[in-house]
Structure formats: C-alpha cells, structure tokens
C-alpha cells in the first residue's frame, strides 16, 4: 500500500467532524492538506473559490473538494485529506457524509481516484466509508487496487 | 453544431473546472468501458480544451457553453450527474452499438 500512504497518510484521515455548512466543510478540507504541508495556505482559498463556481458534490454522499487549475502551483505535494461528517452537511441540497480533498500537480492522484469510484459504485462499500469509525479502514478502503494498469491512462495533460 | 457518429470516435475528453477532481473521477470509469472499443479517454481543464483535444467533449452542464466556445468542431455533451448520468450511456451506446452524437 506505498501508493496510497504517500498521497493518504493517517494524519489527514478525520473523522467525526462537523460542518456548519459546505464552505466550512471545504474550509475543514483545505486545513488538512495545509496541516500535513500538502499546499501553500492560500490552495485553501482556490478550494473555497472552485466550490463556488461549481459544487464538488459526486454523489452517494460524497464531495471531493480541490483547487483551480491555477492553483496547481500552490501544491507542494500530490496530497488527500479525508474528512467524515456522520451528522451531514447541506452540500447544495445533496447530504454530503464524508469529503476527499484532493491536491493534485498533475495526476499523481489518478489510481486512489480510480478506486474511489469503484467505491461509489458499490453501495456496500460507499457505506461503509461514510460510516466506518475506524481511520485504518478509510485507508485500506481507498487503496489502489494492486495489478490493474489498464486504469493507467495516457494524460493528455500533466503540467 | 457538430456531430459525429459513434463509430468515428477515437477520443473522448472528460473536461472539469481544474481538471483535477470529478473529471479524473469520470474518466477512470469511462476509460474501463471504452477502451475494448480503441476509444482513447482523457480529462482536462476545460480551458485548455480545443478542436484537437478530442472528438466528444463529456462536461457538466455549467460548464458546457465554456467548452463549445473552446472546442467549436468537437461534440460537446452535457451531464448533470457525476455518477450514472445517462449522458455517459448515451455516449458508451453510440461507441458500442452506433448512433450518431449531436452536441
């Protein structure tokens, strides 16, 4: 699991938080990838400005907070931070348990998000990523699956 | 507008805002279905989008008259939904099965 604990490391696995609403939520977002030195402060504010153009929200409960494209210069390291809210949190009308927040140079990320879709299309394992209590399992939940490169694409663009 | 038919696609672009977040998420999923099909998916930033990025252009509906502008010759299709839009089977049974693309 080198992959996934070099871009999800245990300190930016929260758990229990909450949200007043969904800018404090991505707020909370932006914090964590600050806190484990994953980007400049201000990626916190392109987080805040991209969910104000276009909400994050991806469905069975999930929102995946990131920066601009401009922002990509504030990132210091390909980083996610994952923030559970079990009480929720009025993401635009959508009930939004639990966030990935991305920090993404260029596509270092591409394998965990891969597996996070995998994850949304099963309603088990969605579940249990919304509720589980136990940091260990969000990692091992987003894990990229070992020995499956016919997921690894040719980026168009990486820069 | 343009339009192609499915069995001249050889690219698909998923375009997003940044091109870091739900677009990766899209193609990851769009890739394992479509590339049996010799259909090559990719995601962007929809500002850097243009005529040659790809064939048929997939984005949210916010963002779609950005997209057009970008890439006038490509199909662009809009999505609301980031997981089961009919948009993606839309696209996926006009690669598949043929059918022609408007967009």
Not at chain 2, 12 to 19: N, T
Request: net charge negative; proline share 5%; charged share 20%.
């Amino acid at each position: 699991m080198a992959e996934v604990t070099d871009l999800l490391v245990a300190d930016a696995v929260r758990l229990g938080c909450t949200a007043a609403d969904r800018f404090d939520a991505v707020r909370q977002a932006g914090e964590a990838l600050v806190r484990i030195g994953a980007v400049e402060p201000a990626y916190a504010d392109a987080m805040q400005e991209r969910e104000q153009s276009l909400s994050s929200f991806v469905g069975e409960g999930f929102a995946i907070p990131h920066g601009t494209d401009a922002a990509r210069a504030l990132v210091r390291r390909g980083a996610l931070a994952f923030l559970q809210f079990p009480e929720g949190v009025d993401w635009d009308g959508q009930d939004v348990r639990a966030c990935v927040a991305i920090a993404a140079s260029a596509d270092e990320h591409v394998s965990v998000m891969s597996t996070l879709a995998q994850v949304l299309l099963d309603p088990d394992q969605a579940e249990e990523l919304r509720t589980t209590t136990d940091p260990e399992r969000v990692l091992e939940l987003l894990a990229p699956a070992p020995e499956q490169d016919d997921e690894t694409q040719q980026p168009q663009e990486t820069l | 507008m343009p339009s192609i038919e499915g069995k001249d696609i050889k690219s698909v672009v998923v375009a997003c805002e940044a091109g870091m977040g739900s677009s990766v998420l899209l193609t990851t999923q769009l890739a394992k279905q479509l590339k049996p099909h010799g259909v090559a998916v990719t995601h962007s930033p929809v500002n850097r989008l243009n005529d040659d990025t790809a064939d048929v252009v997939l984005c949210h509906q916010g963002l779609v008259s950005r997209a057009r502008q970008a890439a006038p010759n490509s199909v662009v299709i809009p999505f609301q939904m980031f997981m089961g839009d009919p948009a993606f089977a839309k696209v996926t049974a006009a690669i598949t099965n043929g059918g022609t693309l408007d967009g």
